[in-house]
């Protein structure tokens, strides 16, 4: 059975007409993001898709507060994003853990930029650490880990900080079919089973199966500049839909 399409939920993000440049090494000013108006409404997980370049990593940023548009605005919760702010955090593609720090450490940093005390940085920490299958592990440093359990790092230091809104940059890519599909896989059942709090999902992904598998909606960047060229819905939430007519025009406006 198709669940309820989520379009009257709450709408916890959204960008409008934003635009982003950027100055070449030349001094040339180019356009990286063009107009580009989105929403993002509780309980969706949302895909976003395009070709490498076309803005999809500097569209996260923006819409994160971590630059600014050069045009337009984006909101979370009604409130302008003028920077940084609680309630959202960011999965990189490649982990982006600190060497020289344990799990512990690098999982507690996300929380030490929001001022928490130590004893309660700790506990929150060790929360995550156990949540996302590291128990254990928290006195390792990067270097003594699989790729796949830097990246459940990179998720416990995200999910500390208890986001309302989970943004990832192709989380998976840097990983192998297998562990992705597990980390995957379990990312959707802890969000599922609504043991995070995180009330919306941006996914950044290369992979159309993964974007079909795990989204409510595909959101398609065009490149040069990054406009939005269009929207599908997927019709059956989180299950495989390689057979849908819809999946097939999705590869085909891709590539
Ligand atoms: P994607 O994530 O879709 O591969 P990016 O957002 O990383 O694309 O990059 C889009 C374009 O913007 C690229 O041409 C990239 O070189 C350029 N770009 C990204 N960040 C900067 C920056 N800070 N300064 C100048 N150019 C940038
Ligand atoms: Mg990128």
Do not use: C
Request: no cysteine; aromatic share 6%.
């Amino acid at each position: 059975m198709t669940p309820p399409p989520k379009t009257s939920n709450p709408v916890i993000l959204s960008a409008q007409h934003l635009s982003k440049f950027f100055v070449s090494p030349e001094g040339k000013p180019f356009t990286v993001l063009e107009d580009i108006s989105l929403e993002l409404r509780e309980g969706e997980i949302v895909a976003l898709l395009g070709r490498s370049g076309s803005g999809k990593s500097t569209l996260l940023r923006t819409l994160l507060g971590l630059i600014p548009p050069s045009r337009g605005e984006v909101r979370y919760r009604g409130q302008p994003v003028t920077g940084p702010m609680p309630g959202m955090a960011l999965v990189f593609q490649s982990f982006a853990l600190f060497p020289w720090l344990t799990v512990q450490q690098n999982v507690e940093l996300g929380l030490e930029a929001m001022g928490i005390p130590a004893a309660e940085r700790r506990r929150r920490a060790l929360d995550a650490i156990r949540l996302i299958g590291l128990d254990g592990f928290e006195s390792a440093f990067p270097k003594e880990l699989s790729g796949g359990m830097r990246q459940r790092v990179g998720f416990a230091r995200a999910l500390v900080t208890n986001p309302d809104v989970l943004f990832m940059d192709e989380p998976f890519s840097a990983l192998d079919v297998l562990t992705s599909e597990t980390l995957r896989s379990e990312l959707l059942d802890l969000w599922a089973e609504q043991r995070i709090p995180t009330k919306s999902i941006l996914i950044v992904t290369h992979n159309i199966e993964e974007a079909a598998l795990m989204a409510d909606r595909i959101l398609i960047l065009s490149a040069n500049p990054g406009r939005m060229r269009s929207e599908i819905q997927v019709p059956h939430p989180r299950l495989d839909n390689r057979n849908h007519p819809a999946f097939k025009e999705l590869v085909e406006q891709i590539y």
